[in-house]
């Protein structure tokens, strides 16, 4: 099968090792991806600020670009609903691309039906349910199925784990003020944890929470879901 | 940058500050929350409640004419009388002629969202008519000459000591902070407004076009004994809160309790379709409802955004918005606040002066996955955004800034130079004034050396054409997609 | 043109296009069937915090506890409680019929011809109910369907659902009993 990796635009510049570390897992269980080097961005940014057409155009190039894969892959939940859930909208119709674009976890449990990756990881851990994921995609149990077989990782859910982070795209820098309310209130349900590290299928939201921590100097770290299971 | 939007971000900037008032939100919401979840249980599947709902509010936006004439139709037969007001203006013109042909000098006014929309209390000070709010939450609020704080629960960001210190310092009551005795001095005190009192003015939860009346919902009894004592009873309906049948409200009744309070339903659910009728020995002489459309039809007509009409008022939007519970209900110095607010209030108001407020969100979409007709919240703030730069509202800076990303995203190799560079400025620290919206209070990402393009390019084109190399593991079978 | 027109005609353009369809229900009830009323009943009006008069006795207890009463002058009440004594603005107590009563909701349904006008089952600072136990309706639908039937064609000016006694939590969110509405709510079963 024809598998190829969409890297976000944020995740190819900021957090390669996401990227990376999705691509080893996925070769772990089977899959060998490809990586079209054309992709730049899915075009959320400028969907989110109104600027729909714009964003078309990049539906338009996205729907081209991966024209030839049987199933796309991505470690964005939020860039994954923006391809599944709103380019039909704005296409007026749905080409195969955005209708076989899925989020890593996603990919995994439910297309793949895989819950192990021989992955370890002995540490505690608890998890964050991006927004775009766990509203868009329904997505809820499939990060933890995988969590599960993780050997030696204590999973320990925090409160209000679906409550948003307060990242929101441009509304992080459009209204600092309010976002960084916003962390305020998710760091402090994930100290109540006691968690050593806070894991999400989003790295938006973890450069959120992980811009936070650090600021205040907290000893919690963060992790993308890839770099848990691609750990052995 | 309008002074709508400047009011706001300072307001908010101060709010998303303020501890203390973020603790008060957030006992609130945690004691809703925990009601809502044991009322939900009542029902079989409040999934398919919420169905109903939206299935019934749907059929009354979609068919309006015929639900208005109808109503209207039924209530004369009743022998109310039935006013149409295309804007504020008018409404409160209508209203001060029923006032001024009664000789009425004071009012009872029950807690009411569009009369706060018209700023109906102000009108009527100004034609020397004193009207006093009965609802204990609104009441404290007009002691204080502050607008409602929430759509359900007006005076949430009070304390027993603010109440007690208003009821001392306004009402020369004693001070106590028991909440009994200080609801029993707000019960006192407003009988003698109940029993003098020349009008009641009232809005409506639901106007029943079949057979014919508005549904009034409450707990405290406010609202019946203004429909009751008084000479006149005046209320003012938005053109959007019809149903069809009174049938519909066994199920509306309690959807709007579950999502409003968590109750089945509230003390009193009243439904008022006339003046005294023969044979009855008390209520008003005359029964004026007063429909309002005051930019309805705007909302109305745009298609897309038709559902946020059907909004039955029930607060759940407001109280699982993180961005409210951030900077409360005043930051939104507008009538309807939360989500709601924001997705209507351009429509009502303008998209020049509020379209900020659909920009103020992170599209979490909790909204939109609690409101119980089904209206979909974040997308419509989304469209609201987009109407917002489609009437070239957006700041130029910004206009700009997106050209430009879109030169940069149409091509990998362009993306790949402009990136490596916007890390190396990041790394030099060249690019400060730019990220200080985000720096200020959060650490940025140390910027990688390497994109992952990058890598993939420098090591991994040079494997086998995917599909000949063996796995370390496999799932039996080989990977097979589902 | 007046506003009435320019507004329907707002509407009736606005109308010449469908908004797209919700999902629709399924076919399953919204509530579960209510299987013992007599016992739902008391459940639900007790948990609101109304008060259930359990024999004759108790009830001459009950009134007693009330200089001033004011009826609404039905021959149930009259028989049952006797005559009133007071004006509904002077009463401590108003004794009123009702239409019919929801188990599932524990509620009692009132109106002018019901509870003889508007102002005694709302004014008075407690208010008795006296109830047969032939107008108990299971739930909250039938309740509806049982006064349409009843009033279609010539609705009283009005109708209220009680459900318990009035209650504010404007506090602090605290629960607080007699806001304006009676404060004590109680019901007597006369056969």
């Given at each position: ?232 | ?327 409360g209900g005043y930051t939104y110095a507008t009538t309807y606040q939360g989500p709601i607010g924001s997705v209507i209030t351009p429509h009502l108001r303008g998209y020049a002066d509020w379209s900020h407020l659909s920009y103020a969100s992170s599209l979490c979409g909790a909204c939109t996955s609690v409101c119980p007709v089904h209206i979909d919240l974040h997308r419509h703030l989304l469209q609201n955004r987009r109407n917002a730069v489609q009437q070239r509202l957006d700041p130029l800076y ?85 | ?191």
């Amino acid at each position: 099968m024809r598998v190829a990796l969409f890297i976000p635009c944020f995740i190819d510049q900021f957090y390669p090792k996401v990227g990376k570390a999705m691509v080893a897992v996925l070769r772990r269980v089977g899959v060998d991806p490809v990586f079209p080097a054309e992709q730049t961005c899915c075009g959320q940014p400028a969907f989110n600020t109104g600027y729909w057409n714009e964003a078309r155009r990049l539906a338009e190039r996205y729907c081209e670009i991966f024209a030839d894969a049987e199933a796309i892959v991505s470690p964005s939940g939020s860039c994954t609903a923006m391809v599944r859930n709103f380019y039909p909208e704005l296409l007026g119709r749905t080409p195969h691309a955005a209708a076989n674009t899925f989020e890593f976890a996603e990919f995994l449990v439910k297309k793949l039906g895989v819950t192990d990756v021989g992955a370890r990881f002995p540490a505690s851990v608890t998890y964050h349910d991006a927004c775009h994921s766990r509203r868009e995609l329904g997505l809820k149990e499939e990060p933890r199925r995988l969590l599960a077989k993780v050997r030696d990782l204590q999973l320990v859910e925090m409160d209000e784990s679906e409550t948003c982070c307060g990242f929101g795209g441009t509304f992080s820098v459009k209204f600092p003020m309010i976002s960084s309310a916003m962390a305020g209130v998710k760091v402090a349900s994930i100290q109540r944890t006691g968690a050593q590290y806070v894991v999400s299928a989003d790295s938006s939201c973890l450069m959120q929470i992980g811009g936070l921590l650090k600021r205040r100097q907290l000893p919690v770290q963060t992790l993308h879901l890839a770099e848990v299971l691609v750990r052995t | 940058m309008t002074s709508t939007e400047k009011s706001f971000r300072s307001a908010a900037t101060v709010k998303s500050a303020d501890a203390p008032h973020r603790a008060v939100i957030r006992r609130n919401m945690a004691t809703y929350h925990t009601s809502v979840a044991r009322g939900k249980q009542r029902f079989l599947d409040w999934e398919n409640a919420r169905a109903h709902a939206a299935g019934i509010k749907w059929e009354v936006v979609n068919h309006l004419d015929r639900y208005l004439e109808q109503f209207e139709s039924n209530l004369v037969k009743n022998g109310a009388q039935v006013h149409w007001a295309e804007d504020a203006a008018e409404a409160k013109a209508i209203i001060l002629e029923i006032a001024r042909s009664h000789g009425v000098r004071t009012v009872v006014k029950s807690k009411s969202m569009v009369t706060e929309e018209i700023h109906l209390n102000e009108a009527l000070a100004a034609a020397g008519i004193k009207s006093v709010e009965t609802d204990l939450g609104e009441f404290i609020c007009q002691l204080r000459d502050e607008p409602p704080y929430h759509l359900v629960t007006p005076a949430m960001h009070l304390s027993r000591t603010d109440f007690s210190r208003e009821f001392h310092e306004k009402l020369g009551a004693p001070v106590t902070e028991d909440p009994e005795e200080l609801t029993m001095i707000a019960r006192r005190w407003l009988r003698k407004d109940f029993l003098t009192a020349d009008m009641g003015i009232t809005g409506a939860n639901f106007a029943v076009a079949d057979p014919g009346m508005i549904a009034l919902t409450e707990n405290e009894g406010n609202i019946r004994l203004c429909f009751s004592l008084p000479r006149v009873h005046v209320a003012l309906v938005g053109i959007e809160k019809l149903v069809p049948r009174v049938e519909d409200l066994a199920l509306l009744w309690p959807v709007l309790g579950t999502a409003g309070t968590g109750q089945a339903l509230t003390a009193y659910s009243s439904l008022v379709g006339g003046p005294r009728a023969a044979g009855e020995i008390d209520g008003p002489e005359e029964f004026h409802v007063v429909l309002l459309d005051n930019g309805r039809t705007r909302l109305l007509a745009d298609v897309e955004q038709r559902d946020a009409l059907q909004c039955i008022r029930c607060g759940a939007c407001l109280n699982s918005c993180p961005i409210y519970e951030s900077v409360g209900g005043y930051t939104y110095a507008t009538t309807y606040q939360g989500p709601i607010g924001s997705v209507i209030t351009p429509h009502l108001r303008g998209y020049a002066d509020w379209s900020h407020l659909s920009y103020a969100s992170s599209l979490c979409g909790a909204c939109t996955s609690v409101c119980p007709v089904h209206i979909d919240l974040h997308r419509h703030l989304l469209q609201n955004r987009r109407n917002a730069v489609q009437q070239r509202l957006d700041p130029l800076y910004q206009r700009v800034a997106f050209r430009v990303f879109r030169w940069l995203v149409n091509s990998g190799r362009r993306f790949a130079i402009v990136g490596k560079l916007g890390r190396l400025a990041l790394r030099l620290g060249i690019t400060r004034p730019f990220t200080r919206p985000w720096t200020a209070t959060r650490d940025l990402p140390p910027p990688p050396a390497q994109s992952f393009r990058a890598w993939w390019a420098a090591t991994q084109t040079a494997r086998p054409p995917a599909g000949e190399t063996a796995p370390a593991q496999q799932p039996p079978g080989g990977p097979t997609l589902r | 043109m007046t506003s009435r027109d320019k507004i329907l005609g707002s509407v009736r353009d606005a109308m010449r296009t469908l908004a797209i369809r919700p999902v629709p229900p399924t076919s399953a009830p919204v509530f579960p069937p209510v299987t013992d009323p007599a016992q739902r009943f008391r459940e639900e009006f007790l948990a609101l915090k109304g008060e259930i008069i359990e024999s004759p006795e108790a009830l001459r207890q009950f009134l007693a506890g009330f200089p001033k009463i004011t009826t609404d002058d039905s021959d149930l009440v009259r028989q049952t409680a006797g005559p009133g004594n007071a004006t509904v603005r002077e009463a401590d107590l108003g004794i009123t019929g009702c239409d019919c009563l929801i188990a599932q909701m524990g509620a009692i349904v009132v109106s002018p011809p019901s509870a003889g006008g508007r102002a005694p089952s709302v004014l008075p600072p407690a208010h008795l109910v006296i109830a047969r136990r032939d107008q108990l309706i299971p739930d909250l639908a039938g309740a509806v369907d049982f006064v349409r039937r009843r009033y279609d064609g010539h609705w009283p000016s009005t109708l209220s659902i009680i459900a318990g006694p009035s209650r504010t939590g404007d506090i602090e969110k605290i629960m607080v009993l007699g806001a304006h509405g009676p404060r004590r709510l109680a019901v007597y079963w006369a056969g």
